[in-house]
C-alpha cells in the first residue's frame, strides 16, 4: 500500500523557504510560473516516454513471451486474470459485481472483500474479449506503471517543483522503486498508484476557501476510483496524509489561519459524497456473504526484516536473491529494501532542507511508518530480537487487522521520492543562484543521486512457461457436463499452488464454473465457529483434503467405503458434473486414489482424464461401493 503521507502542501515552492524564515513561513508557498496541466514541452514528452520505456522494460518477458506467466506469483496472476474476466462478465451479462459463484461453488467469493479491481476491470474488458484475460493482465500490469509514473510527473511538475529534472526524479523512483518492482511480479492492483498523487494534491486543495463543494467532490470522486482498485493504498494513504494535514495544520496555524475552515468544509463534503457511493459496497465487503474478520495471524505477522533497509532488492542490479529471500516473506513482499546509499541520501536531505517543516513531517512519518512495517516482534539478519514492535499493539485493531504490516514499508517509497524531487529542486536552485558554485552542486547532485539510485534499477520480471489451457476447454467439451446445475471440479482443486483452473473458467468468460479456489474466503473451523478469519482457500473437505495430500507427496491412505460416502458427498456438495486432471506431477497416484474412490476409471480427452459424475451426483439413490463401482 503505498500510501504516502505527505507530499508537501498543495502549494510547493519553486523555491524553497530561505533560512530566515520562520518554521511557520516554510510550510511551502506555492510555485510561481508552473507549466500549465494541458501544456506538454518537448521535455514532459521526453519524461513520459522513459517511464513508458521503463514500464515496457520490466515488462517484457511477458510480451515476449505470451506462453509464459510471472515466476514469483503465479498464482496472483491467475487470480487478476480471473477477475478482469469477472470485469467483462459484469459489463456483457449484468453479472451482479459485488459477489460471484463463479469459483469456489456453492459458496462463493466477495468481490468486495477480495481485490476485484473493477476500476480497472470494466475499462478493460474490450481488451479481455478481442484478447482474453492473459493479454488484458499484461496491459493492466504495463499501464499500471506507466501511468503511475506519468501522473506522479505531472502532479510533482505542475504543483510541488519548478524543475522538470527534479519531477523526473522524484516520479521515477515512486514508480520503480524496489518494493514497487516487488508488486508487479503479480500485484498489479498495488502498483497501479496513478491515483495517489492526484488525492494528495486534491487533499491539499481543500484548504482553498470558497471551493468546499467543488474540490470536496472532486476528491470523492478519486476516493470512491482508488476504492475499486486497491482499498489498502487507499487507507495507508489516508493515514499518510491525515499525519500530514494535522502537523502542518499546527505549524501554519499563525501564519496562514483561514486554512483550518476552509479544509474541514471541504473534507465534510468529501467524507459524505464518498460515504454515500460506498456504503453499500462497504457493507457487503464487510457483512455481506463470504465476509471475513481480518487476516490470519501468521499473515498479521508478516513484518519486514530491520536488516533489508539498507539490503537490495532481488529485481534490482545490485540486489541479490538469496540475501533477499532470506530477509523478506516471498519475491512480491519485498517492501523495504532501500539500500544504504538512498537511506544516507533520504536523511541528509532532511537535514539539509530541515527549516521546511513540510520535509521534515514527511521524514517523521517515514520513520512511523517503518516502525509499523517492522511487524509485532522486529527481526534482524533472519533471528528474532525478541524486541515487540509498535505494531504489537496495533494488529488487533479493527480495520489494521486486516493490513499486512510489512507493507507499510511500501508506502515510504513516495515519502522518498517527494523528498528527492524537492533535494533536487533545491540543488538546482542553488546552481541559478550561486553561479560560482554551478560546477560543483552539480556534480554532488549528480553523484550523490545516481550513487543511491543506480543500484536500485530494476531488471525486467522473471517469467516461466505456463500450462496451456486444456483443449477439453478450449474446445467447448466442458460444456456437455457443466451447466446451471453442475459445475467443474479439478484435482486437485485450486489453491495457492495450483491455480490453473482460474485461467481456465477465466478463458470460458466465467461461464464455467469451478469448485474450490484461490481467494480471501473466511475460515469456517468447526471446533471454532466464531473464528472467521480470512484463509486463502476454502475451508477443508475430505476429498480435496486427500488430493492435496498425495499431490505433496504423502502416502496414499486406504480407499474404504467410509472415504468413498465422503467423496460422494463432497461431489454432491460442489454439483460436481465432471471430475478433471491434467499431467502433472504426482498425476498418476491421484488418477488411481480417484478411480478406487469412484469405482470407474476415467475418460482421456482433450488433454484431460475425465470422469463424468452427473449420474452420481443427480440421483440421491446412487452410492460407490468398495466393489462393482456406482450403483
Same mark, same amino acid.
Not at 92 to 96: R, S
Not at 140 to 145: I, N, R
Not at 531 to 536: E, N, P, Q, V, Y
Not at 592 to 602: D, K, N
Given at each position: 500500500?503505498?500510501?504516502?503521507?505527505?507530499?508537501?502542501?498543495?502549494?510547493? %515552492?519553486?523555491?524553497?523557504?530561505?533560512?530566515?524564515?520562520?518554521?511557520?513561513?516554510?510550510a511551502?508557498? &506555492?510555485?510561481?510560473h =508552473?507549466?500549465?496541466?494541458?501544456?506538454?514541452?518537448?521535455?514532459?514528452?521526453?519524461?513520459?516516454?522513459?517511464?513508458?520505456?521503463?514500464?515496457?522494460?520490466?515488462?517484457?518477458?511477458?510480451?515476449?513471451?505470451?506462453?509464459?506467466?510471472?515466476r514469483?506469483?503465479?498464482?496472483?496472476?491467475?487470480?487478476?486474470?480471473?477477475?478482469?474476466?469477472?470485469?467483462? =462478465?459484469?459489463l456483457?451479462?449484468?453479472?451482479?459485481p459485488?459477489?460471484?459463484?463463479?469459483?469456489?461453488?456453492?459458496?462463493?467469493?466477495?468481490?468486495?472483500?477480495?481485490?476485484?479491481?473493477?476500476?480497472?476491470?470494466?475499462?478493460?474488458?474490450p481488451?479481455?474479449?478481442?484478447?482474453?484475460?492473459?493479454?488484458?493482465?499484461?496491459?493492466?500490469?504495463?499501464?499500471?506503471?506507466?501511468?503511475?509514473?506519468?501522473?506522479?510527473?505531472l502532479?510533482?511538475?505542475?504543483?510541488?517543483v519548478?524543475?522538470?529534472?527534479?519531477?523526473?526524479?522524484g516520479?521515477?523512483?515512486?514508480?520503480?522503486?524496489?518494493?514497487?518492482?516487488?508488486?508487479?511480479?503479480?500485484?498489479?492492483n /498495488?502498483?497501479?498508484?496513478?491515483?495517489?498523487?492526484?488525492?494528495?494534491?486534491?487533499?491539499?486543495?481543500?484548504?482553498?476557501?470558497?471551493?468546499? !463543494?467543488?474540490?470536496?467532490?472532486?476528491?470523492?470522486?478519486?476516493?470512491?476510483?482508488?476504492?475499486?482498485i486497491?482499498?489498502?493504498?487507499?487507507?495507508?494513504?489516508? @493515514?499518510?496524509?491525515?499525519?500530514?494535514?494535522v502537523?502542518?495544520a499546527?505549524?501554519?496555524?499563525?501564519?496562514?489561519?483561514?486554512?483550518v475552515?476552509?479544509?474541514?468544509?471541504g473534507?465534510?463534503?468529501?467524507?459524505?459524497?464518498?460515504?454515500? @457511493?460506498?456504503?453499500?459496497?462497504?457493507?457487503?465487503?464487510?457483512?455481506?456473504?463470504?465476509?471475513?474478520?481480518?487476516?490470519?495471524?501468521f499473515?498479521?505477522?508478516?513484518?519486514?526484516?530491520?536488516?533489508s533497509?539498507?539490503?537490495?532488492?532481488? =529485481?534490482?542490479v545490485?540486489?541479490n536473491?538469496?540475501?533477499?529471500?532470506? *530477509?523478506?516473506?516471498?519475491?512480491?513482499?519485498?517492501?523495504?529494501?532501500?539500500?544504504w546509499?538512498?537511506?544516507i541520501?533520504?536523511?541528509?536531505?532532511?537535514?539539509? !532542507?530541515?527549516? #521546511?517543516?513540510?520535509?521534515?513531517? +514527511?521524514?517523521?512519518?517515514?520513520?512511523?511508518?517503518?516502525?509499523?512495517?517492522?511487524?509485532p516482534?522486529?527481526?534482524?539478519?533472519?533471528?528474532?530480537?525478541?524486541?515487540?514492535?509498535?505494531?504489537? +499493539?496495533?494488529?488487533?485493531i %479493527? @480495520?489494521?487487522?486486516?493490513?499486512?504490516?510489512?507493507?507499510?514499508?511500501?508506502?515510504?517509497?513516495?515519502?522518498?521520492? +517527494?523528498?528527492?524531487?524537492?533535494?533536487?529542486?533545491r540543488?538546482?536552485?542553488?546552481?541559478?543562484?550561486?553561479?560560482?558554485a =554551478?560546477? %560543483?552542486?552539480?556534480?554532488?547532485? /549528480?553523484?550523490?543521486?545516481a !550513487?543511491?539510485?543506480v543500484?536500485?534499477?530494476?531488471? &525486467? *520480471?522473471? #517469467?516461466?512457461?505456463?500450462?496451456?489451457?486444456?483443449?477439453?476447454?478450449?474446445?467447448?467439451?466442458?460444456?456437455?457436463?457443466?451447466?446451471?446445475?453442475?459445475?467443474?471440479?479439478t484435482?486437485?482443486?485450486?489453491?495457492?499452488?495450483? %491455480?490453473?483452473?482460474l485461467?481456465?473458467?477465466?478463458?470460458?468468460?466465467?461461464?464455467?464454473? /469451478?469448485?474450490g479456489?484461490?481467494?480471501?474466503?473466511?475460515?469456517?473451523?468447526?471446533?471454532?465457529?466464531s473464528?472467521?478469519?480470512?484463509?486463502?482457500s476454502?475451508?477443508?473437505?475430505? #476429498?480435496?483434503?486427500?488430493?492435496?495430500? +498425495?499431490?505433496?507427496?504423502n502416502? /496414499?491412505?486406504?480407499?474404504?467405503?467410509?472415504?468413498?460416502?465422503? #467423496?460422494?458427498?463432497?461431489?454432491?456438495?460442489?454439483?460436481?458434473?465432471?471430475v478433471?486432471?491434467?499431467?502433472?506431477?504426482?498425476?498418476i497416484e491421484?488418477?488411481?486414489?480417484?478411480?478406487?474412490?469412484?469405482?470407474?476409471?476415467?475418460?482421456?480427452?482433450g488433454?484431460?482424464?475425465?470422469?463424468?459424475?452427473?449420474?452420481?451426483?443427480?440421483?440421491?439413490?446412487? @452410492?460407490?461401493?468398495?466393489?462393482?463401482?456406482?450403483?
Open positions: 500500500m503505498r500510501a504516502i503521507s505527505g507530499a508537501v502542501t498543495a502549494d510547493t %515552492p519553486a523555491v524553497l523557504a530561505p533560512i530566515k524564515e520562520t518554521v511557520e513561513e516554510q511551502i508557498q &506555492p510555485v510561481q =508552473r507549466p500549465k496541466w494541458r501544456v506538454l514541452s518537448w521535455r514532459d514528452v521526453l519524461a513520459i516516454a522513459t517511464f513508458i520505456a521503463v514500464a515496457f522494460f520490466v515488462t517484457a518477458p511477458l510480451w515476449l513471451n505470451l506462453d509464459h506467466e510471472l514469483d506469483d503465479p498464482q496472483d496472476q491467475a487470480f487478476f486474470e480471473w477477475m478482469l474476466a469477472h470485469g467483462a =462478465r459484469v456483457t451479462d449484468g453479472a451482479y459485488f459477489f460471484s459463484d463463479r469459483m469456489n461453488y456453492p459458496d462463493g467469493v466477495n468481490m468486495m472483500a477480495n481485490t476485484s479491481v473493477l476500476a480497472v476491470s470494466l475499462p478493460l474488458t481488451i479481455t474479449l478481442l484478447f482474453g484475460p492473459h493479454v488484458a493482465f499484461n496491459v493492466f500490469l504495463t499501464c499500471a506503471l506507466a501511468f503511475t509514473g506519468t501522473s506522479w510527473y502532479v510533482l511538475s505542475r504543483r510541488f519548478a524543475s522538470r529534472l527534479a519531477a523526473w526524479v516520479a521515477l523512483f515512486c514508480t520503480f522503486a524496489p518494493s514497487m518492482i516487488s508488486h508487479a511480479g503479480g500485484h498489479p /498495488i502498483v497501479s498508484q496513478f491515483l495517489v498523487p492526484v488525492i494528495i494534491w486534491r487533499t491539499l486543495e481543500l484548504r482553498v476557501s470558497g471551493r468546499a !463543494m467543488r474540490n470536496g467532490l472532486i476528491l470523492a470522486g478519486l476516493l470512491v476510483w482508488q476504492a475499486f486497491n482499498l489498502e493504498i487507499l487507507f495507508m494513504t489516508a @493515514v499518510g496524509l491525515g499525519i500530514f494535514c502537523v502542518m499546527v505549524v501554519r496555524r499563525k501564519a496562514h489561519p483561514g486554512e475552515v476552509p479544509f474541514l468544509r473534507l465534510g463534503v468529501t467524507a459524505a459524497a464518498t460515504l454515500a @457511493v460506498l456504503a453499500y459496497p462497504l457493507s457487503v465487503q464487510f457483512f455481506g456473504p463470504q465476509s471475513y474478520q481480518g487476516l490470519a495471524e499473515v498479521r505477522n508478516f513484518g519486514a526484516d530491520l536488516a533497509f539498507t539490503a537490495y532488492a532481488s =529485481r534490482s545490485a540486489g536473491s538469496a540475501v533477499a529471500s532470506a *530477509l523478506s516473506q516471498n519475491p512480491a513482499e519485498e517492501n523495504a529494501f532501500f539500500g546509499g538512498l537511506i541520501l533520504f536523511f541528509g536531505l532532511i537535514l539539509w !532542507m530541515r527549516r #521546511t517543516a513540510a520535509v521534515v513531517t +514527511i521524514g517523521a512519518i517515514a520513520v512511523f511508518f517503518a516502525a509499523m512495517s517492522l511487524g516482534r522486529i527481526y534482524l539478519n533472519g533471528i528474532n530480537t525478541g524486541i515487540p514492535g509498535i505494531w504489537s +499493539i496495533m494488529h488487533s %479493527p @480495520v489494521l487487522d486486516s493490513a499486512v504490516p510489512t507493507r507499510w514499508a511500501m508506502a515510504i517509497a513516495p515519502m522518498v521520492g +517527494i523528498v528527492l524531487a524537492l533535494g533536487v529542486q540543488a538546482v536552485d542553488l546552481v541559478r543562484s550561486q553561479p560560482h =554551478r560546477g %560543483p552542486v552539480r556534480v554532488a547532485m /549528480i553523484t550523490a543521486v !550513487m543511491a539510485l543500484p536500485l534499477a530494476p531488471t &525486467p *520480471l522473471q #517469467t516461466t512457461p505456463m500450462d496451456p489451457v486444456p483443449e477439453f476447454v478450449t474446445s467447448g467439451a466442458w460444456k456437455q457436463y457443466v451447466d446451471d446445475d453442475h459445475t467443474m471440479v484435482l486437485p482443486l485450486p489453491d495457492s499452488s495450483y %491455480p490453473d483452473p485461467r481456465w473458467t477465466a478463458y470460458t468468460g466465467q461461464d464455467m464454473r /469451478i469448485a479456489a484461490y481467494a480471501l474466503l473466511p475460515n469456517q473451523n468447526p471446533q471454532n465457529p473464528d472467521r478469519t480470512a484463509i486463502f476454502p475451508p477443508w473437505r475430505p #476429498t480435496s483434503g486427500l488430493i492435496t495430500s +498425495i499431490r505433496q507427496g502416502p /496414499i491412505p486406504e480407499v474404504t467405503d467410509a472415504r468413498r460416502e465422503m #467423496t460422494l458427498a463432497d461431489l454432491r456438495f460442489w454439483k460436481a458434473g465432471v478433471v486432471l491434467t499431467p502433472q506431477a504426482r498425476d491421484m488418477l488411481r486414489t480417484m478411480s478406487e474412490l469412484l469405482g470407474f476409471r476415467p475418460t482421456w480427452t488433454g484431460v482424464w475425465m470422469w463424468d459424475v452427473r449420474h452420481l451426483v443427480d440421483d440421491p439413490e446412487a @452410492v460407490l461401493a468398495s466393489r462393482g463401482g456406482a450403483s
